[in-house]
């Protein structure tokens, strides 16, 4: 469930702009419970107009919409000063893509289907950010570095290349730097709410993540036998 995340004095405004009708009502129905103030779009057109004349908090952007794409939304915006954070839902997972987004002025992505759980966690690490101040532009683990805004991956200053599944799991553990995830957990997050495959997955990917991470930085993530997995620094 999503949670409103900060104790502030004035709710926080959120916009969806999506065309899909029973996405857009689902999400502002459960933003609405979590005690946001919510309300929805469904173009890029109305979206501008909206974001001009009620200047929301956070702006949750779909990429394929009926007339400009939120690619584009996210650019005009950004050239009319608007500064609120942006996270795209899309289909699309590849590099170049996401990357598109992110040099557009968008802060995070989500790929359709997602949970509300998943949508959360991004939402309320977003808000901590902006409206505390804290850096969250990049997670780290001792040399191990995720850079949310060039989504590029460093090992003591050498760039890591993954793939977007690759980089997805990882962002998770180091969301939950110090906690131990179960592969259940983990499925649910990277491969979706509706995956049905075996778990084994799970192993395979943390194994394909060790060897691209290499000797330096693979030890960080630790196997909790019986359980799943946890990244830790190494002298914790």
């Known amino acids: 469930m999503v949670s409103q995340s900060l104790n ?8 969806v702009v999506d065309d899909e009708e029973s996405l857009a009502d689902m999400l502002t129905t459960a933003l609405k419970f979590a005690g946001y103030e919510a ?3 469904p173009t890029g057109l109305d979206a501008l ?22 690619f584009e939304v996210c650019r005009r915006i950004r050239n009319d000063g608007f500064q609120a954070p942006v996270i795209f839902l899309t289909a699309r997972d590849s590099t170049s893509d996401l990357r598109t987004g ?6 995070d992505y989500l790929t359709k289907p997602f949970s509300l759980e998943e949508l959360s ?9 902006t409206q505390t101040g ?14 949310e805004d060039l989504h590029q991956v460093f090992v003591s200053d050498r760039e890591i ?12 553990l180091m969301l939950n730097q110090g906690h131990v995830l179960s592969k259940t957990q983990i499925l649910d997050y990277v491969w979706e709410y509706e995956f049905e495959g075996n778990d084994a997955v799970v192993e395979t990917y943390v194994s394909y993540l060790r060897k691209k991470l290499g000797s330096d930085a693979s030890e960080l993530i630790r196997t909790v036998r ?3 997995y946890v990244l830790r620094s190494l002298d914790s």
């Not at 992110?102 to 802060?107: K, V």
């Not at 290349?161 to 998770?172: A, D, I, M, Q, V």
């Open 49 to 70: 107009n909206a974001i001009k004349n009620f200047p929301p908090d956070l702006v949750i952007l779909d990429v394929n919409l009926p007339d400009i794409d939120g």
């Open 39 to 41: 309300s929805s779009e």
């Open 8 to 15: 502030d004095s004035t709710t926080t405004k959120i916009l």
């Open 161 to 172: 290349e993954l793939s977007p599944t690759e980089y997805k799991l990882l962002r998770y």
């Open 121 to 129: 966690l991004r939402i309320e690490a977003i808000l901590r950010r």
């Open 226 to 228: 019986g359980t799943g």
């Open 102 to 107: 992110f040099g557009g002025g968008g802060d």
């Open 134 to 147: 804290e850096d969250g532009n990049r997670l780290s683990c001792t040399n191990l570095i995720l850079d």
